[in-house]
């Protein structure tokens, strides 16, 4: 009922940027937060950067400064700016979005598969 897909991982040279897209289709009432996290191999999956439906942006200490979230509510489309990337930024990028499906009074949280960034020289 629905998808969330993510795209524009790459590879990337150390102080290069890349930017990030991930799309919520289906049956959606209303979407709340939008969030994109990342999961380094070896490492637990981190919070990266998230942005409420008021608008309301937060970054993990590693990205502020960096990184830029922003959405686009009429398109349930969620972006992430990268610039200054860094090789520790290496990971798959998954976008989190929380919804409610239509007819439901309820949210929950639905995952993308996950896009590759690796940033090397």
């Known amino acids: 009922q629905v998808q969330v897909v993510e795209s524009g991982g790459g590879s990337v040279q150390p102080g290069g940027s890349l930017g990030l897209s991930c799309v919520a289709s289906?049956?959606?009432?209303?979407?709340?937060?939008m969030g994109w996290y990342r999961q380094a191999p070896g490492k637990q999956r981190e919070s990266v950067a998230g942005?409420?439906?008021?608008?309301?942006?937060n970054y993990a200490d590693s990205v502020e400064g960096r990184f830029a979230i922003s959405r686009d509510n009429a398109q349930n489309t969620v972006y992430l700016q990268m610039s200054s990337l860094k090789p520790e930024d290496t990971a798959v990028y998954y976008c989190?979005?929380?919804?409610?499906?239509?007819?439901?009074?309820?949210?929950?949280?639905?995952w993308g598969q996950g896009t590759q960034v690796t940033v090397s020289s």
């Open positions: 289906g049956s959606i009432s209303s979407i709340t937060f």
């Open positions: 989190r979005v929380d919804l409610a499906l239509s007819g439901a009074n309820y949210y929950r949280a639905y």
């Open positions: 942005v409420t439906g008021g608008g309301n942006t």
